[in-house]
């Protein structure tokens, strides 16, 4: 396991659509732990591929509960809306309020490439927005309602 260099803004790769993981090999597996480790020495909730600088569909996020992977995740369901401040790994000391859906229904792989579907509300569900958008190239200043602001 190791920390990666977390890519920040202005990094081509961010901008990037990624590609779906076709078949789990060590070096995604290796890829998904790194990614962990990388989340929680960052103090985030949540760390996309692309964000590491692999343009791959995966995605780890954990808002308390213990650390959820996905692979290639896609958004089933949403419904209901949170406008709240938010905030990005790669976008250091930045942040803006950003609306989101409350509820989303979501599909994606686990390590073994099983699927499962999540319901998630309020935070996760905010997180898993987030995560779905670094992999399409969207960053969350992309859709932040009026300015992006400092942390002090």
Do not use: W
């Not at 990614?35 to 308390?64: C, F, N, S, W």
């Not at 995740?73 to 406008?83: C, K, N, V």
């Not at 099983?114 to 987030?130: K, M, S």
């Amino acid at each position: 396991m190791a920390i990666r260099i977390i890519r920040t803004d202005g990094d081509e790769v961010l901008r990037k659509k990624s590609r779906a993981v076709d078949k789990i090999n060590d070096k995604i597996l290796e890829l998904v732990e790194d990614m962990i480790d990388t989340m929680y020495e960052a103090d985030g909730v949540g760390l996309a591929a692309p964000q590491v600088g692999v343009l791959k569909r995966v995605v780890v996020i954990d808002v308390g509960d213990g650390p959820i992977v996905m692979i290639n995740p896609e958004i089933l369901e949403s419904s209901g809306e949170q406008t709240d401040d938010e905030g990005c790994l790669s976008l250091p000391g930045k942040f803006g309020c950003v609306t989101r859906p409350y509820y989303v229904k979501a599909k994606a792989y686990d390590t073994d490439m099983n699927e499962f579907v999540v319901e998630a509300e309020e935070l996760f569900a905010r997180a898993i927005c987030h995560e779905i958008d670094h992999l399409d190239g969207i960053l969350f200043k992309d859709k932040v309602e009026g300015s992006l602001n400092e942390s002090e």
